[in-house]
């Protein structure tokens, strides 16, 4: 039986359940979202209104399908496809303004994930070690957040120690996890990459706590991890699904964790991970997230949407790339070099399905 449940929400839709079982593997459950069509969306001259039929296609893409191994499989030959046309057109390198892929991980292990790519969370340690290396020969470089965003802002020379001609690439991970302590560290450090790291303070002890059932950091690691050239960010305090609290409540999971950072560290932290998917269909919210993320002092906020961020990019909505164990070489040097981007177009059209489905989470509307 499982013991933890983790439910997650893609781009406004209930995509599923993910919980930890007792012998440590996420495991997943899926809803059927079945789409029903009917005859009453037709016109009176039996062809279907273009809005209807809009929204019909987009309910085609039925979720169960999105998360099955067979849409991986699609997934991963569009990426490629679209790498290669991009490759001979010589799209990939002549870019018309900066661009930078923000990477985003969860677990450095080797657990089974019955899922699809999009929505695999680990990545097994050699692998990662393989990816580092992988970008290392293909001319990119790994930065924290902070340090990429410098180089989106203000281009070469913002850097300092950037190999010449050298790509950057922002390496993240949410959640805390000491395998990031384990294996994430020695990997970067070999290569001369940083990365940040985002935690939900609650799960951080001067003793090991669990999060998912999975061992975290404790101060005195995240400590090292600081020593080793690791920005540390906020991922709330406990991990909830922030679209669901309050307003008073959301504002003290940001306020709190970032107190508590600082304390613990003894420096300024001002980068933060949204936990679960953010809610794009509801844009009012958004805007008022945003004003209380600034409020608390926070400069940068990534997320799950997908692609490369640009200069130009929200530095409160900042896109990001999923990497994990479907990623082998061809599909991650493709994402590094924008070929996955096209995902993010597909989020739309998701979120689009969102919005005409209405949203199952309700939020209490309280005043701060
Ligand atoms: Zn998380």
Known sequence: MPNERHELREEGLHI????????GLYRSEFGAHAITQSVDHQSSTGELAPARAVSLGIGALDLAYVQSWRFSSLDRAITLGVDSARRGLGL??????????????HSLSADEEPVGGYYKVCTPPALFRSQME???TNGFHGVDLST?????????????????????????????????YLHGLPALADHGFQATMYVPTSFIGDVRRTFLNRDCMTWAELRECLLGHIELGSHTVSHPVLYSLPWPEIKSQLHHSKQELEQQLQRT???????????SFDQSYLHRLEGLLQESGYETCVTTLVGRATEKENLLRIKRLPANSADDQPLFLAKLRGAYD????????????????????RRTEESL
Request: net charge positive; no cysteine; hydrophobic share 45%.
């Open 269 to 279: 932290v001002d980068a933060f991970a949204y936990p679960f998917a953010l809610p």
């Open 16 to 23: 599923g359940r993910h919980w930890r079982s007792g012998r």
């Open 342 to 361: 096209w995902m993010g177009r597909f989020q739309t059209l998701v979120k689009l399905k969102g919005k005409l489905r209405k949203p199952e989470i």
């Open 134 to 136: 992988w970008m290392r």
């Open 148 to 180: 990429g965003i410098r180089w989106l802002r203000n281009g070469a020379g913002s850097i300092p120690g950037l190999p010449e001609g050298a790509k950057p690439v922002a390496i993240t991970f949410d959640d805390g996890f000491h395998d990031f």
């Open 92 to 105: 990939a390198a002549n870019l018309p303004q900066r661009v930078m892929p923000v990477l985003m991980y």
